[in-house]
């Protein structure tokens, strides 16, 4: 089937604005919206209509198959300012591509780059003004895209909505994180959706999420699904040790998630001459490595935090206390990198920020 191109998208501005209302530079994380909002549809086997409207509630069935059956796929990215004020974003073809995996993975249909990326563009051009100027504060930008047919038959649905809403959100963490390893809960397995970013795979990690908060931890470090042995993300963050000097990360198995930091961060860490490994790692390894005194960091990369430093790692009952921030080499060095990057502090060499 054939997708038609250059769709065009309507723009109905909103008569009032509420950004005079909010603090954009202190809001709650992914509580206040910005002002518009982009919709589009898809119908009898095409993409028939793409909208900017005013932020606001849809109108659903209560059969609306997404809500049943979990077609349902997002994105996350953010948009930041330079130092002049130009409104960026960062790498947003790369969640174009991701979502139309996630999407491919669900039999979903994919979204046209015109309507995904122009729509995109369009919308935070209209709603700049709700990018925080306050350092370390950016605005969340939420793509998702979920099918709407009414029945509750099981099958691939014929009808669904893409919609981009966005957020002006501070600083994800500020203090290093504490991780639980757990051998009860799986995110992922063989075979499974791990590597789509599909809306169940996040409401079937609460539990476990919930039960480490309950311990005292932030989040869970999940082992692979079969052997249980395997390190494969933390929370809903790649992750990456430093042992003896070289920075190692879990392989994109299938049942990992392919992060676009995670990707950016190890791209710029073998740019700065750091041995970079891709590999299995078994979270035996990690504890002798800790025990021989060899483990000197280890952080989770994701568009949320970035860059989320890990100080704590529980295995079976045990404490492993990692060195503080303040002696880490790594991790302090390409988040800076990495943020100076983003928000055009120092030439981008990788063509990875995107001016709207
Ligand atoms: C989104 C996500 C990540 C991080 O991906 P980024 O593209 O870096 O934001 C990692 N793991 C999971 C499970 C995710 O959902």
């Known amino acids: 089937m054939s997708q038609i191109l250059n769709h065009e998208i309507s723009i109905e501005k909103t008569n009032y604005s509420r950004i005079k209302e909010q603090d954009i530079n202190n809001t709650s994380f992914g509580k206040v919206f910005s002002d518009h909002m982009l919709v589009a549809t898809y119908k009898n086997d095409s993409w028939q209509e793409v909208k900017i409207v005013p932020y606001g509630n849809l109108e659903m069935s209560p059969s609306m198959s997404s809500l049943h059956y979990g077609q349902a796929v997002f994105e996350g990215l953010k948009a930041y300012r330079s130092p002049d004020g130009k409104p960026l974003l960062f790498r947003p073809e790369a969640n174009h591509k991701r979502i139309n995996e996630s999407a491919f993975r669900l039999c979903m249909p994919p979204i046209p780059e015109d309507i995904f990326m122009t729509g995109l563009k369009e919308l935070i051009r209209l709603d700049a003004?709700?990018?925080?100027?306050?350092?370390?504060?950016?605005?969340?930008?939420?793509?998702?895209y979920f099918a709407t047919d009414e029945s509750v038959g099981l099958k691939p649905a014929?009808?669904?909505?893409?919609?981009?809403?966005?957020?002006?959100?501070?600083?994800?963490?500020?203090?290093?994180?504490?991780?639980?390893v757990t051998d009860k809960y799986i995110r992922a397995a063989e075979g499974g959706?791990?590597?789509?970013k599909c809306a169940g795979n996040y409401g079937g990690s609460l539990l476990a999420d919930m039960e480490a908060k309950q311990q005292g931890y932030d989040n869970v470090l999940w082992l692979d699904g079969k052997e249980k042995k395997y390190i494969e993300e933390c929370g809903t963050m790649n992750v990456a040790f430093?042992?003896?000097?070289?920075?190692?990360?879990?392989?994109?198995?299938?049942?990992?998630?392919?992060?676009?930091?995670?990707?950016?961060?190890?791209?710029?860490?073998?740019?700065?001459?750091?041995?970079?490994?891709?590999?299995?790692?078994?979270?035996?390894?990690v504890v002798k490595d800790y025990q021989d005194g060899n483990l000197s960091e280890a952080f989770g990369m994701g568009t949320a935090a970035t860059i989320a430093?890990?100080?704590?790692?529980?295995?079976?009952?045990?404490?492993?206390?990692?060195?503080?921030?303040?002696?880490?080499?790594?991790?302090?060095?390409?988040?800076?990198?990495?943020?100076?990057?983003?928000?055009?502090?120092?030439?981008?060499?990788?063509?990875w920020v995107c001016q709207l």
């Not at 003004?129 to 998702?144: M, N």
């Not at 959100?169 to 504490?178: F, H, I, L, Q």
């Not at 959706?193 to 789509?196: Q, Y």
């Open 129 to 144: 003004d709700w990018i925080p100027t306050q350092d370390g504060s950016v605005l969340y930008i939420r793509p998702i």
């Open 158 to 180: 014929s009808s669904y909505k893409f919609i981009i809403i966005s957020c002006p959100v501070g600083a994800y963490y500020s203090e290093p994180v504490k991780l639980i």
């Open 193 to 196: 959706t791990g590597a789509a």
């Open 242 to 285: 430093v042992i003896n000097d070289v920075v190692v990360t879990p392989k994109l198995t299938g049942t990992i998630l392919a992060g676009i930091t995670r990707d950016s961060v190890l791209t710029l860490l073998r740019d700065m001459g750091v041995k970079v490994e891709e590999r299995l790692i078994s979270i035996d390894e």
């Open 309 to 351: 430093h890990i100080s704590t790692i529980n295995y079976q009952g045990s404490d492993m206390i990692l060195p503080p921030v303040s002696e880490r080499k790594y991790a302090p060095q390409v988040l800076q990198r990495l943020e100076d990057i983003k928000t055009a502090r120092v030439t981008d060499t990788y063509g």
